[in-house]
Structure formats: structure tokens, C-alpha cells
């Protein structure tokens, strides 16, 4: 527990030292309780089986701005993680660090800032923080949520229109301590490299809004991004596109890949349902690094359904059950299927289809005729009001079966997640 006063002291001492402007400076605390039970159906009993219980505090501070025209002020977050069970041969879920002998790591425990600077209604941000673009964006799935180093800039050309870019070079995964880790890909990674990217977002008065964003992975790929929006009171209409060609050192292998996503959603009352489709155009898959750096439909809680050449469906069906006097529960289910992979024709040598010294010949990640599907089901309670308000309770399972083609292997995934937040201005 001393790791957790420190992170919490460090972050007050880091937020205290400017003179703050007009904004007020605020403060959360997140609690996480966090339980993966993991079943990969392959080998001998429990020899697939992997467990972790553990509980995570994940602090943040957020300064307000000095006076003037060019405001100063930091943000800082602190994040301690505590194992609860999950013994050598249980662990591996992504909850908690590992040792050498591959037992989960009793605690753990991370600090992080960045400095901010405003002028007018433009932001710049330099050091550690998440990130949410459609190009590269840190994920929040396990105990402690990815961070990414470096800049960003946020700055609104109008009230319709905004822009963004940054360029980040240093990274932290879920399971670690340290800032200098690499996001890594189906084959492409951060190591040794950074990413950049540039954007905008056009959200006119009316039903539709568009975004457009481009980035590039140093001496691995170049990115571009397309996305269409209509919403009205009824039906939501969302279409996404990514472009992503080889570049410099193509450290991945050779790239050309289309991917893109179709997706439908009606409301009626209480309930919704979502019909959407997906589209690989390539013969490598759709890559990305940074657990949330990817928009299409299909990508959701296992898999994201973008092997070389893949089709896929999806049917979502969500019902808030306030309408039936239950307020703060709701459930939803979804089905998704994928077939028509085929990642045999990858360029050979690339990392996907990379040369496998034991058997002496090029082994590509995914063979013809691949075909998987995924099946979610989650219940959640959030807790409308009273003293407990806004404390949540999901509980969901996760099954995904496929073919040797696919790769992916077969899954059950069990997760119950319990979190409650506090916070407020100093």
C-alpha cells in the first residue's frame, strides 16, 4: 500500500505548484475490481486454463490554467494494481505483470504527466496520457488503462470543425510499470519507432458528420482514415475506411490493405438493434497498434474479425430495461461471423508469413479458408443514485470458435467488473 500513497502523493505534489486561472482544477479516483477467468479448450484439463482476480486505484489530476493569454497547467494520473488470486499456471490474463518463473506479480504500480498549454481554445499536451483518435488510440480493457508519450494538439478552426495531431514515441501497456514499452500489432510494432498522425472532425448542424484522419507508423505503413455519420431520432448510419500502404523500411513486410465496416443501428423505445458488415480487401490483415486503434464495426471484445480477405456480419441486439422499471440495467447480446480468409498469398518474409527456421519454410499467420465467429453477452447494473450512485457491475461472457485457417483459436471468457468512481474540484 506504501506504492499507493506515493502515487497519490506524487500526483498532488505535481498539481499543486502552478497559480491557477479561471478553471477549476478537479480529481478522480477510479476502483476497479476486476475478475478474467479464461479457458482456451485446447490440451489436457486445465492445461487452457487461466484466472486472475485482482483490484486496481487509478488516480487523476487535472490542473486548471495560469492567467493570461497562454495558460500553464498539468495533468498527472497514478495507477496501483493489487493481485488477489491468479497462481503460477493461472496467470497470463493481461491483468497483472508476470515474473520470471510465470507467476503473477503481487502489486504494481505507475505515475505518469503531462504539461498542458491553452491559447485561445487550442490545446497542447506534451507527455504521457491516453489517446482517442481512429488512427491510433490507447485501449482501457484490463486493471490499468494504456498510455501513450508525446504531443498532442487539439484545436477547434470553428465551431463545426476540429483538428488534431500528434507524434507519440514511448508507450506503457496494461500490464506494466514502465513507459517504455512497445505496442505491438498482429505483425507490425512500435520498437524502435514512433507514430504521427493529423485529423479532423466536420460536425455541422444537422444529421451527418464526417472525420478524416491520416498517420504513419515510422518505416511501417501509412494510414488513411474516412468516416460518414448520419444520426436522426431513430436510425444511426456509420461508415468507416481505412486505407493502409507499406512505407520506408516496411519493418511489417509489404502492405496494401482496404478495410472497411457498414453498420445500421434502430432505436425503438427501450431497445436497439444493430445489423453491420466488414470488409478486408488484402492479402495481409488489417494491422494496427494501440489496443483501441481500430473503428470498424466488427472489431469488438475478442476479435476483431480483420484477417486478409475477411467478410463478416454482425447482429447486436441492447435493451435498456429502465423502460421496465429497472433503472441502470441493461443487457446486450451479439453474434459475429467471418470466412473468406485467406492469408496464404502474404508477402513471403514479411511478419505476416514469416520464414520458421524449425520447419525450414515460410509459414504465413492465417491459411485459406478461415472462418470464426463470436459470440457476447453482457448484463450491467450502474447504480442511478442514492449513495452508491454511479457504481457499476458488468458481468460478460465471451465464446469465439474458429478453424486452424483463422488462427485465432477457440475461447471461453468469463469477465465481472466492478467499478465506482469519486471525484470532484479542489
Known sequence: MRRLAWVLAAGTAAAGTPAWGSEQPGWSLLSRHYVLHSDTRTGPAQAGYRQEWAQGFIAELHSGFTPGPLGLGVDTHGFFGLKLDGGRGHAGTGLLPRDSAGRAERDYASAGAALKLRYGKSLLKVGEMRVATPVFATADKRLQPEYATGLMLDSPMSPSLQLQA????????????????????????????????????????????????????DDTWRQAYVNLNRVDDALTLDANLYR??????????????????????????????MLAYQRIEGDTPFDFVGGDSIYLANA?????FNGANERSWQLRYDLDMSALGVPGLSAMARYVTGRGIDGSQAPRGGAYHPYDRQSGRYVPQQGDGGKHWERDIELRYQVPGGAAKDLSVALSHVAHRANAAQAGGDIDRLYLVVEYPIGGAF
Not at 178 to 200: C, E, Q, V
Not at 245 to 271: F, V
Not at 300 to 304: L, N, Q
Open 300 to 304: 469488438i471484445k475478442y476479435a476483431d
Open 166 to 217: 500528434g507524434r507519440f514515441t514511448a508507450f506503457r501497456n496494461q500490464a506494466n510499470s514502465s513507459g517504455r514499452d512497445d505496442f505491438s500489432g498482429y505483425g507490425a510494432s512500435t520498437r524502435g519507432s514512433g507514430i504521427s498522425l493529423l485529423g479532423t472532425r466536420y460536425s455541422p448542424p444537422g444529421p451527418f458528420s464526417a472525420a478524416f484522419y491520416a498517420a504513419q507508423l
Open 244 to 273: 493502409t500502404r507499406d512505407q520506408g523500411a516496411a519493418n511489417a513486410g509489404a502492405i496494401d490493405t482496404l478495410a472497411y465496416s457498414l453498420a445500421a443501428r434502430y432505436r425503438y423505445g427501450a431497445q436497439r438493434l
